[in-house]
């Protein structure tokens, strides 16, 4: 079974800084995608950024950047210039095709200092 | 606007009652599926859907049950048989399940708490 390893229960970061969060994952499956979504004190899910397996370069979306390492089944979220909006829940999750749905981690909770 | 509605946000149930989470989307999604979370965990699947009338069992799917009569609806039933029912309940709903760029858009959810 697939698994997905968030390592990190909180991290803190001060406004305007870069912070970085940590997943890993385990699969036989050569062909999958992962995914970052942020949950906010609304408790909405909003999906932030999502990696195809088989693209080497690593995706990014304005401010959120991942390092995606296959090898090493990593999977990382870097936010630059940390904002107060950015104060969520941040789940990792993975999906292989013919999955029932998606895979979550436990989650992140980033603080972020004024 | 498109998107998922959950229906009431919060709800309350004595024990050994069934209760039924509502949720609409207006998407013309085909897959649709139900989460729960608990404190300190990610979301796990308790069914999903592909299409109409059709319906699988997910992770923890013992104590619930599901319809899927219409495409836009697919409500779950939190039976008296399920032993901790109180917790946080997202639907979501995607295009389809065939292809793995399908994101999944998620529901405001359902608080349930049962005493």
């Known amino acids: 079974a697939q698994t997905v390893t968030q390592s990190q229960p909180e991290m803190s970061v001060q406004e305007a800084e870069t912070v970085t969060l940590s997943c890993t994952y385990d699969?036989?499956?050569?062909?999958?995608?992962l995914f970052w979504y942020k949950q906010p004190p609304s408790r909405q899910m909003i999906l932030v950024i999502r990696?195809?397996?088989?693209?080497?370069q690593n995706a990014t979306e304005n401010r959120f950047s991942v390092n995606f390492q296959k090898a090493a089944k990593s999977f990382s979220l870097k936010i630059s210039d940390s904002q107060l909006g950015d104060a969520a829940m941040y789940f990792c999750?993975?999906?292989?095709?013919?999955?029932?749905?998606?895979?979550f981690g436990k989650g992140t909770h980033l603080i972020i200092q004024p | 606007d498109g998107g998922i509605t959950q229906s009431p946000k919060y709800l309350f149930r004595k024990e050994g009652q069934n209760v039924t989470l509502s949720c609409e989307q207006n998407?013309?999604?085909?897959?649709m599926y139900w989460y729960r979370q608990d404190p300190g965990q990610g979301l796990r699947l308790i069914y999903y859907?592909?299409?109409?009338?059709?319906?699988q069992k997910g992770d923890i799917a013992e104590g619930y049950s599901v319809s899927r009569e219409k495409k836009e609806s697919f409500p779950l039933t939190v039976t008296s048989a399920q032993k901790n029912p109180t917790a946080f309940y997202l639907c979501?709903?995607?295009?389809?399940?065939?292809?793995?760029?399908?994101?999944?858009?998620f529901g405001p959810g359902t608080r349930l708490t049962v005493t």
């Open positions: 979501a709903s995607s295009i389809g399940q065939a292809s793995l760029t399908y994101e999944q858009y």
């Open positions: 699969t036989s499956e050569s062909d999958y995608y």
């Open positions: 990696q195809e397996a088989y693209k080497q």
């Open positions: 998407l013309n999604h085909d897959a």
């Open positions: 999750a993975y999906r292989t095709l013919g999955a029932d749905g998606l895979t």
């Open positions: 859907s592909q299409i109409v009338n059709d319906f």
